[in-house]
């Protein structure tokens, strides 16, 4: 096991994964790996931007098995924080063995996926403990469904993070219904945002750059620096072939963010939102 809870932070990858080819995956599935993505590789990578802790989010098509992720928190306890996926019914004391290793939230992947029914048995229950633990909701789906999505949660008390800038088609660009009811949501102060997977917002990588450049300072001005977070998203699956860790950096550096915002994107609000320790 390597202790890292002395280790300065020089930034935080707010969103990556790690898995193996060799594990058994959930039945129903969008994705196939045909490769590993160790935790070594993923060290590495961060070492080689200046970077020194990470947040490692459980991959859709592992379901609701943990165990890898858990593994590798259990490697690196003080330079990394987990986010699960569990079925609503999992009990408490499940969840708080997984808060003693560095789990911090849950993700509710709803890509390709019906809307669940959040009035329906069992959730009042499953957020409560989500709330008790201190843990964020993480979200899943593109733009259109999101709105809705963060309304119906709100009233539970848990804090939702939106995955890779909620997910909106970079062609429609920033006017776009969804994005615009998301930005009108970011001003309640309930919400914090990804600013990750620009290679996933649906356009050419121009077009994505471009969406991207311009919904920066429209995020700052709804959510504020201290409700946004960076993430890789490495090892950039299904992207894998076009997209490396050198490139979204170079992604998030195009931005143009004032030291300011980088420093907030990578070190403040991460270091609050995942609970890592930073004087």
Not at 16 to 40: I, K, M, N
Not at 91 to 99: P, S, W
Not at 100 to 110: A, F, I, T, W
Request: with cysteine; proline share 5%.
């Amino acid at each position: 096991m390597l202790d890292n809870c002395s280790t300065p932070i020089t930034g935080i990858d707010a969103h990556a994964h790690v898995f193996s080819q060799a594990l058994t995956l959930a039945g129903e599935r969008r994705y196939t790996p045909g490769y590993d993505a160790t935790l070594g590789d993923y060290l590495s990578h961060l070492h080689a931007n200046g970077l020194s802790h990470g947040v490692l989010v459980q991959p859709s098509f592992l379901g609701t098995d943990n165990q890898y992720l858990l593994a590798a928190l259990r490697q690196a306890p003080g330079q990394l924080r987990g986010v699960v996926v569990v079925d609503p019914k999992v009990g408490r004391d499940t969840l708080q063995a997984m808060a003693r290793l560095g789990v911090v939230g849950v993700r509710l992947n709803l890509v390709g996926r019906a809307l669940p029914d959040f009035a329906g048995p069992g959730w009042k229950g499953f957020f409560a403990l989500i709330a008790e633990l201190g843990w964020h909701v993480e979200l899943h789906r593109e733009v259109d469904d999101l709105p809705q999505l963060v309304r119906h949660l709100i009233p539970f008390g848990v804090k939702l993070v939106i995955d890779h800038f909620g997910r909106p088609d970079a062609r429609q660009g920033v006017e776009q219904r969804g994005f615009a009811e998301l930005l009108e949501l970011g001003l309640s102060g309930h919400l914090w945002l990804k600013v990750s997977g620009i290679y996933r917002l649906a356009g050419t990588p121009e077009q994505n750059l471009v969406f991207a450049r311009e919904a920066m300072p429209l995020l700052l001005q709804s959510f504020g620096r201290h409700r946004l977070v960076w993430g890789s998203d490495w090892p950039h699956t299904q992207h894998e072939a076009s997209t490396g860790y050198a490139s979204v950096v170079e992604q998030r550096q195009a931005l143009g963010c004032s030291a300011q915002v980088e420093q907030a994107l990578l070190v403040d609000t991460p270091s609050r939102l995942f609970g890592f320790h930073h004087p």
